[in-house]
């Protein structure tokens, strides 16, 4: 991921060395709102998954 | 490598005596560690008291095995139990394994009839008394019931009816025949070996619990915030908000497989609100002891709320002059900073280097929090 800088008025990438004073940053890849639908997605599967293994498990055969 | 510790627990009836030595025989030759009282519990010091030192036993175990015959066994009147009962009540406590072998005739004679005269009895002593009966109440009407069978100790129905309603399985023992130990520890291994696997998921979903958990403290928190003469408190919005936002670590990850802290960051020291107003970003509100300005222009290429808010995304900025990394939330015409104090190692060139899993470790922190968060600020400036 590209980092920037803002320095002097101007935002460039950031490459080399960087005054101590500059603003650095880097966009996050994904929002919240895609963090969440991601996790709760993964929370769904997971869930079903202990569900059926301990029922599987827990069977009387 | 560790051994299964399998307590065996039961009465010390004649008709268990064999089952008992035989279990504890076979499972040792199995590679188990079985643990009984005739063959390897105590001898103690006078002074170590026998049942303590059982109970302790039980809670060392992994499998707790339980035989259950006709006899109910040593009724300590102050505990209103017996040993064997508060064995396993020790083990249901600690979430050990827990078989059980009940005789079967004896369990026919409970799940057919003596179980459903309990559950009567305790309705109807609740109803007249208004109180649960003692242990003695109810073993005494056991003892005289003539529906109850007399050659087995009142005892041991009260104990199964526990078992039953703690909702533990209970397996058949006939007296006289041998339980195939390998072919059921075999079956509890592969049943093991099911659940093993899980780990993963149950730690994430554990996390997740959590996360979720304090999203929702949060909006307890928020919920009960009362406006001001002016409109919402958004000082008191932002307190909330920036004092879950704790102190944590920085984590590089290594692909799936491994990962190293590599700095961390403070609790959050401050918050700020700002809201975008033509071409400016107008200030809202502070918490903290932080710098803010009545404005930036949306073109302040140094003004980390004005970028935030014209690149559209959430984003951490860093400056090593002030050591402080600055979480910055966009939501509609909305940006929140959250100044989170870097750690003392933290340079330009260390950011450059770790700037992904800086995001990681503040962004992503909790994405729950930070997604509530947002709603609650859009609902309030709405």
């Known amino acids: 991921m590209n980092v920037y800088v803002s320095k002097n008025g101007k935002v460039s990438l950031a490459v080399g060395e960087q005054p101590k004073d500059a603003l650095l940053f880097a966009p996050a890849k994904k929002s919240s709102t895609q963090l969440v639908q991601e996790d709760l997605s993964a929370w769904k599967i997971s869930n079903s998954l202990i569900q059926e293994r301990f029922a599987q498990a827990t069977q009387r055969q | ?382």
């Open chain 2, 1 to 382: 490598m560790a051994k299964a510790k399998i307590f065996i627990s039961s009465v010390n009836e004649d008709g268990l005596k064999r089952l008992r030595k035989e279990a504890f025989d076979e499972l040792r030759q199995l590679g188990h560690e079985p643990v009984m009282w005739e063959e390897n519990l105590g001898p103690w010091p006078a002074y170590a008291d026998p049942v303590s030192k059982c109970l302790e036993a039980v809670g060392e175990a992994d499998i707790f095995l339980l035989f259950v015959g006709s006899r109910g066994g040593t009724y300590y009147k102050e505990a209103q139990r017996t040993v064997t009962h508060m064995e396993f009540i020790q083990a249901h406590d600690k979430g050990k394994t827990i078989l059980v072998f009940a005789d079967t005739s004896v369990k026919a004679a409970f799940f057919g009839t003596v179980r459903k005269w309990i559950d009567d009895f305790l309705e109807q002593y609740m109803t007249e008394s208004g109180r649960p009966p003692s242990t003695d109440e109810v073993l005494a009407a056991l003892r005289h019931h003539p529906g109850v069978p007399s050659h087995v100790d009142p005892y041991v129905w009260f104990l199964l009816h526990d078992l039953s309603v703690r909702n533990v399985y209970m397996d058949d023992l006939s007296l006289g025949v041998r339980i195939d130990w390998p072919t059921y520890f075999s079956d509890l291994l592969r049943r093991g070996s099911m659940l093993l696997p899980l780990k993963h998921s149950i730690i994430e979903n554990g996390r997740r619990l959590a996360q979720s958990d304090e999203a929702f403290r949060l909006l307890s928190e928020l919920a009960s915030l009362q406006p001001k003469a002016d409109g919402p408190d958004y000082e008191a919005v932002l307190g909330a908000v920036a004092s879950r936002m704790t102190a944590g670590r920085i984590e590089h990850r290594y692909g799936p497989y491994v990962s190293e802290t590599v700095g961390g960051y403070d609790a959050c020291i401050g918050a700020t609100l700002y809201v975008r107003e033509g071409e400016k970003m107008r200030f809202v509100a502070k918490w903290g002891d932080v710098a803010w300005n009545r404005s930036f222009r949306l073109d302040d290429k140094g003004s980390y709320v004005a970028l935030t808010y014209q690149m559209n995304k959430d984003t951490v900025h860093y400056t090593q002059s002030k050591s402080m990394f600055y979480g910055c939330f966009k939501h509609g015409e909305h940006v929140l900073t959250l100044h989170c104090p870097a750690g003392p190692d933290w340079d330009n060139r260390k950011y450059v280097t770790y700037q992904e899993s800086v995001n990681d470790a503040i962004m992503n922190k909790n994405p729950y929090l930070v997604f509530l968060v947002k709603m609650v600020l859009g609902g309030l400036l709405a």
